[in-house]
């Protein structure tokens, strides 16, 4: 490895090593849109400290970061640092573990490296584009083809209860039809784990590309698939579904959807 990967790596357990020694003092905490959309101090913090690293080393690339604390790009050109400083802030405030740091780097539209740091478990998941996919530095083997009745599924129940996105009735025989279903409660950790096979598939109604990017990466560079609930590609702009998995997988639950 050399140059910007480890760059964000070194920053990111930087980032963690913080998180870590902060995590049982007081911090302040906000509801940004309902009480289940939080924000600490902590992730503010998380943020600035990311920012700064790649910023004092590559003064000309963007930063879209899901706490806006730098300038937003307007556009997808240059090198973008996709920034998620604490993905699961519900967990860290309530579980102290299962949150992670997700950063993905886009070069002129395309996503070129990816990296999801479980903070907790100290578990670096990191992937640069045509060069696989590794965990803690150990490399991940291809994500095996898997229907949706051999799979575990990481889903929030929210899709399978009456919600304004989709209809609950097209999601729900996937949880019947599946080996099991989780969910974990940090986007760019389910999708990590679909990449190290712990479990076989990831699908939500709403993620910001600071959720799934990173996770994406990781996910195609083992040979898996990641796109909208529509089968589309992803736009890396606004919210959006995300469904992710092997081939099979993907194409499977393509069809429970669009009976
Ligand atoms: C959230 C988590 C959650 C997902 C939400 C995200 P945050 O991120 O990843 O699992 O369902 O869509 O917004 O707000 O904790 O960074
Ligand atoms: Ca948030
Ligand atoms: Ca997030
Ligand atoms: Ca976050």
């Known amino acids: ?21 902060m995590i049982d003092h007081a911090y302040h905490i906000e509801e940004k849109t309902n009480k289940s959309d ?31 604390r730098a300038a937003r790009p307007e556009t997808l050109g240059g090198t973008i640092w996709f920034v998620d400083p604490i993905d699961g802030t519900m967990n860290f405030i309530r579980q102290k573990r299962h949150f992670a740091i997700s950063i993905a780097i886009m070069v002129e539209g395309e996503l070129k490296y990816g990296f999801v740091y479980d903070v907790m478990a100290d578990e670096m998941f990191h992937s640069i584009k045509g060069l696989g ?18 799979a575990i599924i990481c889903m929030n129940a929210t899709w399978v209860t009456a919600n304004r996105r989709i209809d609950a009735a097209l999601l729900a025989p996937l949880v019947r039809d599946a080996v099991g279903v989780r969910a974990i409660g940090a986007a760019s950790l389910e999708l990590a784990w679909v990449a190290a096979g712990r479990v076989d598939g990831y699908i939500t109604m709403r993620n910001m590309p600071w959720d799934y990017a990173a996770g994406q990466m990781l996910i195609e560079e083992l040979g898996g698939r990641v796109g909208t609930i529509e089968g589309d590609a992803m736009t890396f702009q606004e919210q959006t579904s995300v469904l992710a ?6 194409a499977d639950v393509l069809t429970y959807v669009n009976k």
């Open 1 to 21: 490895m050399q140059g910007i990967e480890l760059h964000a790596i070194d920053l990111m357990k930087r980032a963690g090593k913080y998180i870590r020694q």
């Open 38 to 68: 939080l924000v600490t101090e902590i992730d503010k913090n998380v943020e600035d400290l990311l920012i700064e690293g790649i910023l004092n080393q590559y003064p000309d690339h963007h930063i879209y970061g899901e706490e806006g």
């Open 133 to 150: 996919a590794y965990e803690n530095g150990i490399r991940l083997a291809p994500i095996e083809e898997k229907p949706v009745r051999e």
């Open 245 to 250: 998995g092997s081939r099979t997988f993907v």
